[in-house]
């Protein structure tokens, strides 16, 4: 089982371009939930998915970001046009039912914009 | 909605020393408190976790307590060692909700 993949591990971007960090969940878990840490602080949640489902983005800013989890294929955390602001890690959980419990985290996704 | 405070936001302590970290919460209806460990530049990972319905859990070095009247719960680490050097963050959710809603985090250092 290779656990919560996410890539790519490192990403630069130039202020204004689009940042797409990518989450393939675990085996058998069909619930993505996205973070996002800011240096030295913990974490602050962005959206929950199910395939094909936004269940909750109540933490993701209403401009410029979007998730999608399709069918096939992982899930994505898309930024557009991106400011110096958004520099942070960015993780994904997965889990096999709703609830806090058993998430387990990605390795996340280091976005440093320039 | 939930607010978690945690402190010290850095702890240093003598190998073979314990270690206590404290978080409080503020909403009552909470009932679900993990604590994760996070290496430098790494995931962060669930070490223990408590429910409501109970005070305390052990898991060899490492014990959580939860005061739910003074809404406080705290991580204990005994015999600390080298490799307990990380940032450790607690949080808090509820059974109904799957948000984890997290504190700032304390760096704890070992001093060899």
């Known amino acids: 089982n290779a656990g919560v993949m996410q890539n790519p591990r490192h990403l630069v971007r130039r202020r204004g371009q689009e940042a797409r960090l990518r989450c393939s969940p675990m085996k058998g878990h069909s619930h993505v939930y996205w973070y996002r840490q800011l240096p030295e602080e913990g974490l602050k949640f962005m959206v929950y998915?199910?395939?094909?489902?936004?269940?909750?983005e109540s933490g993701m800013p209403k401009e410029r970001f979007s998730a999608e989890f399709p069918k096939e294929g992982p899930s994505i955390l898309r930024i557009q046009q991106v400011v110096r602001g958004d520099s942070a890690a960015y993780f994904c959980a997965s889990s096999s039912g709703t609830g806090p419990y058993g998430y387990t985290f990605g390795s996340g996704t280091r976005l440093t914009v320039v | 909605g939930e607010n978690v405070e945690q402190h010290p936001s850095t702890l240093s302590v003598q190998e073979g020393d314990s270690a206590v970290i404290k978080c409080t919460y503020s909403?009552?209806?909470?009932?679900?408190f993990p604590w994760y460990k996070q290496e430098l530049g790494k995931r962060p990972q669930l070490i223990i976790d408590?429910?409501?319905n109970v005070g305390e859990k052990k898991d060899q070095r490492i014990a959580v307590t939860l005061n739910k009247t003074a809404k406080h719960f705290s991580l204990h680490i005994t015999e600390t060692q080298p490799e307990d050097s990380a940032v450790y963050f607690c949080?808090?959710?509820?059974?109904?909700?799957?948000?984890?809603?997290w504190g700032a985090g304390t760096k704890l250092i070992i001093k060899p």
């Open positions: 909403d009552s209806a909470s009932n679900y």
């Open positions: 998915l199910q395939k094909e489902n936004i269940i909750d």
């Open positions: 949080a808090a959710s509820m059974d109904s909700n799957y948000q984890l809603i």
């Open positions: 408590i429910r409501s």
